[in-house]
């Protein structure tokens, strides 16, 4: 065992000294670099935190584009990106967080027609932590903009080359000239616009037929608006204005009365079979399938629900809330109503009417959570609710846009029509409605009124009708009236005085002759 007894002689395994340059190069760099290094992970990361993405950049936005989202490259400073975010012109809403991202939720709709911009500069990051004493690295300044859609309603002509044609106005535009949407040859009688705006849906009857035999061969199209907005959640195919689709014909059954889908999806048309007139029921109209009747269900008036999935019919004892899907929930009855009249767009509520014994009327409101409150009885008629998209802080509805009529004291039954505003307070369990007059009109009950997007406007029409039976082609309102001329109203609504004040509210006539005007979404 010498070999564990035999000194080492170190020398012999010892590391020489560098005689190649280039070994005395590279230890030299690793030094820089091990110092660079050390300095770099005792200073910590000094470049500028930005903003990676901005949903709606250089977006077109519509009522139903509620918040926006902005996420960084790294976890910010929460209290100094809210402090110093702006947005110009001002639209408030509330803040949240998840992780990078930061979701600002708008508390009312953006105003139609407007170029928003948004700032951001002077926050910091959380590198060092929220409470830190270091204040953190303050980020590249971020400037952005996007836009609200343009305000813009469809309304059917009555005079010259504009009689029974659908118009549309763009009031954003500079040139807010009414352009044409559907040609002469078609008799248009009702409508309904797409929740993108770039569509509308439509009625008609080729104008030789209609001339002869009335308009109870209507068919229906799609017609495009050339708005083709930009949604904040994606973008769609453009395309030229006056574009027309047919959707549905009327060889074996006249279409009456339809609706169409929040989503744009569905179309429920009331159709009567021509060879057996009672056979009458709605039928389900989608893309690219089969039109089909709606099985076991027939009824009146109707009104497809926001969400899309089912619709409410009148029928014979009250209403009933009908699923449009086979796999959706099931037929639920409201035997208590007679009629529904407007829907919030989040479906979270509903006005329903109840006709009294006293010849009065009521007007309910039915949440998604099956409570129901009385909020307004009147001896007259209740024709159209419009429900207010801005909410209260607590993101409830606070305001119903009504058209209402007063039964007059007079020897023979006469009604005051009138534009009002109802209220809504929750006075503890209880929702309290406070009306509040904003217009009166004179005797026409056929009055049509639209509640603009943003809730900042209302369009209506007052129709005159004609003293003697005109052509069976000319325009005619929904008592079947013949329309001689008919004149467009815009009501910007303010805010209406908390002391119960009649609002000081000018409507101004706009330069068109139509009727049934309606906003674009």
């Known amino acids: 065992m010498s070999i564990f007894k035999k000194k080492i002689n170190p020398s012999r395994f010892a590391i020489g000294p560098f005689k190649q340059p280039i070994d005395r190069t590279a230890i030299f760099l690793m030094l820089v670099l091990s110092v660079l290094i050390g300095l770099l992970l005792l200073s910590g990361d000094r470049t500028a935190p930005r903003v990676r993405e901005f949903t709606w950049e250089n977006k077109q ?8 989202i902005l996420t960084f490259f790294r976890p910010m400073n929460h209290s100094t990106v809210e402090e110093n975010l702006k947005l110009e012109p001002p639209l408030p809403g509330k803040f949240s967080w998840a992780g990078r991202r930061m979701a600002y939720t708008l508390q009312d709709p953006a105003p139609y027609g407007v170029t928003y911009t948004v700032k951001l500069a002077g926050a910091t990051d959380k590198y060092f932590g929220e409470n830190n004493q270091n204040k953190g690295t303050p980020m590249q300044p971020f400037s952005s903009s996007f836009r609200s859609r343009d305000r813009a309603f469809a309304y059917i002509g009555v005079q010259g080359e504009t009689e029974s044609r659908l118009m549309l106005v763009n009031l954003t535009s500079s040139d807010s000239k009414p352009i044409p949407l559907t040609p002469k040859d078609l008799v248009v009688t009702d409508f309904k616009p797409y929740a993108e705006s770039d569509r509308i849906l439509f009625s008609a009857t080729d104008r030789s037929i209609a001339r002869t035999r009335g308009t109870l061969n209507q068919e229906l199209f799609t017609v495009t608006t050339g708005l083709n907005p930009q949604s904040g959640s994606g973008t769609k195919q453009k395309y030229p204005v006056g574009r027309i689709d047919k959707i549905l014909d009327s060889k074996d059954y006249q279409n009456l009365k339809f609706d169409l889908s929040a989503d744009g999806k569905i179309i429920v048309v009331q159709r009567v079979n021509r060879s057996n007139p009672g056979d009458f029921s709605p039928w389900i109209v989608e893309e ?56 919030a767009r989040d479906n979270s509520a509903a006005a329903y009417v109840k006709y009294n014994s006293d010849f009065t009327r009521s007007l309910f409101i039915l949440d998604n959570q099956g409570v129901e409150q009385e909020i307004l009885r009147i001896p007259g008629s209740i024709m159209a609710v419009y429900f207010d998209p801005r909410k209260n802080q607590d993101n409830q509805v606070q305001r119903l846009y009504c058209f209402l009529a007063q039964r007059l004291k007079t020897e023979s039954y006469k009604e005051q029509p009138f534009i009002a505003t109802i209220d809504l307070k929750k006075e503890g369990t209880r929702l309290v409605g406070t009306i509040k007059p904003l217009l009166i009109l004179p005797n026409q009950l056929d009055t049509q009124i639209s509640l603009s997007p943003d809730g900042l406007a209302l369009i209506f029409d007052q129709s005159v009708t004609a003293a003697t039976p005109s052509v069976a082609d000319s325009p005619r309102n929904d008592s079947g009236q013949s329309i001689a001329t008919s004149r467009l109203w815009l009501l910007p609504l303010v805010e209406i005085p908390a002391d119960g004040s009649p609002a000081k509210l000018q409507p101004e006539e706009l330069p068109f002759a139509g009727y049934h005007p309606r906003w674009l979404p």
């Open 288 to 343: 690219k399938v089969a039109p089909r009747r709606l099985e076991n269900e027939q009824g009146g008036d109707f009104m497809i629900r926001p969400d899309s999935k089912s619709m409410v019919i009148s029928q014979k004892q009250g209403l009933a809330i009908v699923p449009l899907k086979p796999e959706a929930d099931p037929v639920e009855f409201l035997p208590k109503y007679e009629q529904v009249l407007g829907m």
């Open 61 to 68: 936005i519509g009522a139903e584009d509620t918040g926006f």
